[in-house]
């Protein structure tokens, strides 16, 4: 029950806004291609994992997500697509995080959903003089070329998701580009030079109370819920820490968690996230209204158990 009434509450709503994203614009492209397929005339042709050549007038797939190991490999892990013949090629390179960030979102998971609607050319970003001049400020981030204005459904509300450079002066990449930086965290931030969207979790804990909800409930939901987690600390509210936690956030039932400020780029999280708990100052969430969810709870002030 515990479980039931945090999940129904808190974190049903969080959706990997990513996904979200890449849902819209495979529905916005498949609308278009089927309608372009019907008034042309023109068939369309599936390329298994297997094929080594496009049917004739086809587009082929090599350069495709699964080139760099996303849902495949190049010699037949990429799942089956459908490519409709008409649409052109779109350059397209991957602009990947610093290695240090190795927990940031996985840039693959838009290259295997989009390479079912796009016919992408896949390219690694280059070290050095010859890399990829335009750096967004998240990353990692996917980078097409003007060829990508041919489809057209795709663009509206780019700049919702995503940004428009125009880049001169160089030898590879010069042209009309459409950036498109990971919109869910972890990712890295060029502008500070750091990893956003680890999460640190505190749990402050009643050890006295033998009958409260078991709190391996809320790690559980956080699991659960796509946010990640760098760091965790339990504090019982007997310790000095607990004390110093309770009175900074003058928490008054326990088991209880706080998020630090991180856990407000996850954007789904917010509207839950209100029923249950506030968001302070230094932009902690914490968990508060635990009459709310209907589980055993210690009252601090009272020093009471409370029942639903």
Not at 5 to 25: G, P
Not at 42 to 50: K, Y
Not at 185 to 213: E, F, H, K, N, Q
Request: aromatic share 8%.
């Amino acid at each position: 029950m515990a479980r039931d009434n945090l999940l129904m509450y808190v974190l049903a709503a969080v959706v990997i806004i990513n996904v979200i994203i890449i849902v819209i614009l495979n529905n916005r492209l498949a609308d278009e291609q089927a309608l372009e397929a019907s008034s042309n005339g023109v068939p369309q042709t599936t390329l298994g994992p297997g094929d080594t050549a496009a049917p004739s007038g086809a587009i082929p797939t090599t350069g495709t997500a699964g080139d760099r190991g996303a849902g495949g490999d190049a010699t037949g892990g990429v799942p089956p697509r459908t490519v409709i013949r008409t649409q052109p090629p779109v350059r397209t390179i991957v602009i990947d995080a610093p290695a240090s960030c190795d927990r940031c979102f996985d840039v693959d998971q838009y290259l295997v959903a989009l390479d079912e609607t796009i016919n992408m050319v896949v390219e690694e970003n280059g070290a050095g003089a010859d890399g990829f001049p335009f750096v967004p400020q998240r990353l990692p981030a996917l980078a097409f070329n003007g060829t990508l204005a041919e489809y057209t459904a795709l663009l509206e509300g780019w700049d919702i998701i995503g940004n428009i450079t125009n880049i001169t002066g160089t030898t590879r990449y010069d042209g009309t580009w459409y950036i498109l930086p990971v919109a869910h965290p972890p990712y890295y931030d060029t502008v500070s030079g750091t990893t956003r969207g680890v999460v640190t979790v505190t749990y402050l804990t009643a050890s006295t109370c033998d009958g409260c909800y078991d709190q391996s409930v809320l790690r559980d939901l956080i699991n659960d819920s796509h946010i990640i987690v760098g760091k965790e600390r339990t504090f019982d509210i007997a310790s000095p820490e607990g004390r110093a936690v309770a009175a900074r956030y003058n928490i008054t039932r326990v088991p209880t968690i706080i998020m630090d400020e991180e856990a407000g780029l996850y954007p789904n999280l917010l509207p839950g996230w209100l029923v249950v708990g506030t968001i302070e100052d230094d932009g902690a969430y914490v968990l508060r209204n635990l009459e709310r969810l209907k589980v055993v709870y210690y009252d601090i002030a009272s020093k009471r158990v409370m029942n639903p």
